[in-house]
């Protein structure tokens, strides 16, 4: 196994900086390393960009247009991406949906669906997760009765991110309550302007209503929209986690949350000298960097295990763990950094609407802080990965 890029592999990550360089604004950049929000068209604009560019749908296969990049080349745009400061893709209908269409939908469902995901026309949001049903989601109870050619959906979803950005949800519905939980839901695609459906914000601890609860409330959807087969929902919903859990790691991002403390760490003091040489901070600060490098390195070997076709398995969810304790700790590190300039937290600020108080670096700590607690609950929360790991290595 060699875990340094090919003389291909440089040249294509040459080819990405070049693309960044040419075509991400340094207001976007600033705003997104600020942690500012880039609002619905912020998102939709850096889609077409890569769009234009043939990047959007990476990983998509080359039948549906797709780039098909390998698991090497996805490692590098997204650790370049982070590092340029460039805003997420929205996963939603690239990663999650048009994978499964790609896998289990009709023909009409491909043609229809996958190339408005392309050219922003249908903004997805997933309606899996319900109030008694996250970690045991088999447990779902919206329902979906057959009524001539529709359904009628009545229920609720909750955590349902950026649903009020979406007009379109794919959603986890339960067509046979007498089966056994897994073998009576079905996948159905609703359109979020059909009458009936109630989008309520949640706002989170950082003040931004990233979630939503939906609201179902006999709602018609023509059976057209149900995919694969009634009551195999199961076998869709696992296998869009799949493709949930790529760049779980997040290396990129650690490491230019880290940059960043390293920034804020030599300007700021502790008793009149750089934060930096503070002997308790810089030992944290050097805990998790080196925690940070031992994971690129395990996360760079099953990226190339990928590249040669083993698929990877409790992997996964060892990245999820780590990937999640070292961003959620580069916060802490930031927060303290910040010190007091942490307190007066103004979602404003990051709304980009006002002056931050302090220092500009300061602005996003608190929220960036706050908003992260999410890393260890969503993707199937870190105790649930512990379940699996210790399953998987130690037989329990
Ligand atoms: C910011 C955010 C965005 C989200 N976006 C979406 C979205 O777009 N669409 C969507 O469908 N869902 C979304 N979710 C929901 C997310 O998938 C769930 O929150 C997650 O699956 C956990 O479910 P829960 O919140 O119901 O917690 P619960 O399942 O009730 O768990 C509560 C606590 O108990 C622990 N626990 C539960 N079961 C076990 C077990 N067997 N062993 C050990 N510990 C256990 C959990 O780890 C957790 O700490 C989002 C969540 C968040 C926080």
């Given at each position: 196994?060699?875990?340094?890029y090919?003389?291909?592999?440089?040249?294509?990550?040459?080819?990405?900086?070049?693309?960044?360089?040419?075509?991400?604004?340094?207001?976007?950049?600033?705003k997104?390393?600020?942690?500012?929000?880039?609002?619905?068209?912020?998102?939709?604009?850096?889609?077409?960009?890569?769009?234009?560019?043939?990047?959007?749908?990476f990983?998509?296969?080359k039948?549906?247009?797709?780039?098909?990049?390998?698991?090497?080349?996805?490692?590098?745009?997204?650790?370049?991406?982070?590092?340029?400061?460039?805003?997420?893709?929205?996963?939603?209908?690239?990663?999650?949906?048009?994978?499964?269409?790609?896998?289990?939908?009709?023909?009409?469902?491909?043609?229809?669906?996958?190339?408005?995901?392309?050219?922003?026309?249908?903004?997805?949001?997933?309606?899996?997760?319900?109030p008694?049903?996250?970690?045991?989601?088999?447990?779902?109870?919206?329902?979906?009765?057959?009524?001539?050619?529709?359904?009628?959906?009545n229920?609720?979803?909750?955590?349902?991110?950026?649903?009020?950005?979406?007009?379109?949800?794919?959603?986890?519905?339960?067509?046979?309550?007498?089966?056994?939980a897994?073998?009576?839901?079905s996948?159905?695609?609703?359109?979020?302007?059909?009458?009936?459906?109630?989008?309520?914000?949640?706002v989170?601890?950082?003040?931004?209503?990233?979630?939503?609860?939906?609201?179902?409330?006999?709602?018609?959807?023509?059976?057209?929209?149900?995919?694969?087969?009634?009551?195999?929902?199961?076998?869709?919903?696992?296998?869009?986690?799949?493709?949930?859990?790529?760049n779980?790691?997040?290396?990129?991002?650690?490491?230019?949350?880290?940059?960043?403390?390293?920034?804020?760490?030599?300007?700021?003091?502790?008793?009149?000298?750089?934060?930096i040489?503070?002997?308790?901070?810089?030992?944290?600060?050097?805990?998790?960097?080196?925690?940070?490098?031992?994971?690129?390195?395990?996360?760079?070997?099953?990226?190339?295990?990928?590249?040669?076709?083993?698929?990877?398995?409790?992997?996964?969810?060892?990245?999820?763990?780590?990937?999640?304790?070292?961003?959620?700790?580069?916060?802490?590190?930031?927060?303290?950094?910040?010190?007091?300039?942490?307190?007066?937290?103004?979602?404003?600020?990051?709304?980009?609407?006002?002056?931050?108080?302090?220092?500009?670096?300061?602005?996003?700590?608190?929220?960036?802080?706050?908003?992260?607690?999410?890393?260890?609950?969503f993707?199937?929360?870190?105790?649930?990965?512990?379940?699996?790991?210790?399953?998987?290595?130690?037989?329990?």
């Amino acid at each position: 196994m060699d875990l340094n890029y090919t003389d291909e592999e440089k040249a294509f990550r040459d080819e990405v900086r070049a693309f960044l360089a040419e075509k991400l604004p340094k207001e976007i950049s600033d705003k997104i390393r600020a942690g500012r929000n880039i609002g619905k068209e912020g998102y939709q604009w850096w889609h077409a960009t890569l769009n234009e560019r043939g990047w959007l749908n990476f990983n998509w296969p080359k039948e549906f247009g797709g780039a098909e990049w390998n698991a090497v080349q996805r490692h590098i745009f997204e650790e370049e991406c982070a590092a340029a400061y460039a805003p997420r893709i929205v996963p939603f209908g690239l990663s999650m949906l048009g994978p499964v269409l790609q896998k289990f939908g009709s023909k009409a469902q491909q043609d229809y669906f996958l190339p408005r995901i392309l050219n922003g026309e249908h903004w997805w949001c997933q309606g899996y997760s319900e109030p008694g049903a996250g970690s045991d989601l088999a447990s779902l109870k919206t329902r979906a009765v057959r009524d001539g050619d529709h359904y009628v959906v009545n229920g609720q979803k909750t955590w349902t991110t950026l649903a009020q950005y979406a007009n379109w949800i794919f959603c986890l519905v339960r067509t046979d309550p007498e089966a056994k939980a897994q073998e009576g839901i079905s996948f159905l695609l609703i359109d979020m302007n059909t009458p009936g459906i109630q989008v309520r914000p949640i706002v989170l601890l950082d003040g931004t209503p990233e979630v939503n609860e939906v609201f179902f409330d006999d709602v018609r959807v023509p059976v057209e929209n149900l995919v694969g087969e009634e009551n195999k929902g199961w076998t869709y919903a696992k296998y869009l986690l799949t493709h949930e859990r790529t760049n779980i790691a997040g290396v990129g991002f650690s490491q230019a949350g880290l940059d960043m403390v390293k920034r804020i760490a030599r300007i700021e003091t502790a008793n009149g000298r750089p934060l930096i040489e503070n002997p308790h901070f810089a030992a944290r600060l050097a805990r998790v960097e080196i925690d940070l490098m031992a994971m690129a390195t395990t996360n760079m070997r099953i990226i190339s295990q990928a590249a040669a076709g083993q698929a990877p398995g409790v992997e996964s969810s060892m990245l999820k763990v780590k990937g999640t304790i070292i961003r959620q700790e580069i916060n802490d590190l930031a927060r303290r950094a910040v010190g007091p300039y942490a307190m007066p937290f103004a979602s404003e600020a990051v709304a980009g609407d006002n002056d931050p108080i302090g220092p500009d670096y300061a602005a996003p700590v608190a929220a960036q802080y706050f908003n992260n607690r999410k890393l260890s609950i969503f993707g199937g929360s870190n105790e649930i990965q512990r379940g699996i790991i210790a399953k998987v290595k130690m037989g329990g």
